[in-house]
């Protein structure tokens, strides 16, 4: 005698062949990987304006609803590209010295701009000047999370009496990082190791003066 459709098993579960599976398909990390790796290849190579979802997914080899499931636009998709593949090397450490933590994470910062990495930061400054999703993207998805990680450090070094308890951490970190900013995008001098050095004693000299 053959069993009821809706027969079950004897721990009163449907059999694996006749569970339901949930609506639509399970997402592809290597899907989603390849099409981040796309959108980074083709804005290094053409810019903000020139990129299109359709190049990303012709390029990743996946339909273009398979881009949009993940990301709602293009500037989501780029600012999330970017962040991905730079995050890892710019975490924070931890080294009981705020000047050697700053300054480490700095260093990584200033590798990736002057790496071929460099031409994706400039099409994503420039086409923010224009696109306010791009810009909004950008700091949403690559600057507060990094900017979050900078306080937790500021915040150690208060602990350790490096830097008063009252610390402007804001106008700190954007005197932190400003001046590399803007000789990333002037280049009216170079972004090395030395100037971070220098860069970082200075403007925390200056912060931790004003314990004495």
Not at 20 to 28: C, D, V
Not at 187 to 210: E, Q
Request: glycine share 8%.
């Amino acid at each position: 005698m053959r069993r009821s459709a809706s027969a079950k098993a004897k721990d009163g579960k449907y059999p694996k062949s006749r569970q339901r599976r949930g609506p639509g398909r399970p997402r592809s990390e290597q899907a989603r990987q390849a099409i981040l790796g796309s959108t980074l290849k083709l804005l290094g190579a053409n810019g903000f304006s020139d990129l299109t979802i359709e190049d990303v997914a012709a390029h990743a080899k996946v339909g273009k609803a398979t881009v949009y499931r993940w990301w709602p636009n293009k500037a989501a998709l780029i600012a999330d590209a970017f962040a991905s593949n730079t995050t890892p090397q710019l975490h924070f450490p931890d080294t009981g010295s705020l000047r050697t933590d700053m300054s480490q994470q700095m260093q990584q910062l200033i590798r990736i701009f002057n790496s071929r990495r460099g031409r994706i930061v400039s099409a994503i400054l420039a086409g923010g000047q224009s696109d306010q999703e791009l810009i909004a993207a950008f700091r949403q998805r690559f600057l507060w999370p990094r900017r979050h990680e900078a306080y937790a450090t500021l915040r150690r070094g208060i602990g350790r009496g490096e830097l008063p308890k009252h610390t402007d951490m804001d106008l700190l970190l954007d005197s932190l990082y400003g001046p590399i900013y803007m000789r990333f995008l002037i280049r009216h001098a170079g972004l090395t190791p030395a100037f971070v050095d220098r860069l970082c004693r200075l403007v925390l000299a200056g912060a931790s003066a004003r314990r004495k």
